[in-house]
């Protein structure tokens, strides 16, 4: 099941697309939105880009 989750996840929101959103502050409804998902499911992507991109997305948790 995780693994039809993390399919899902890079299916739906595609690292191309997060990318032209770099540094854009939106929140986590806007970015569900976007992407016409839920919004649960829109913070699971940006914890999966977090875990496999971590310089990339760094300034989603503040400056490390």
Excluded: C
């Excluded at 995780?2 to 806007?30: C, N, R, Y």
């Excluded at 939105?33 to 310089?55: D, Q």
């Amino acid at each position: 099941e995780k693994q039809a989750d993390v399919f899902a996840a890079f299916l739906l929101m595609p690292e191309s697309k997060l990318e032209k959103l770099i540094g854009k502050e939106l929140t986590i409804f806007e970015l569900a939105e976007k992407f016409e998902v839920l919004p649960y499911f829109a913070k699971f992507r940006i914890g999966l880009a977090k875990h496999y991109s971590p310089k990339k997305y760094a300034f989603l948790w503040g400056n490390q």
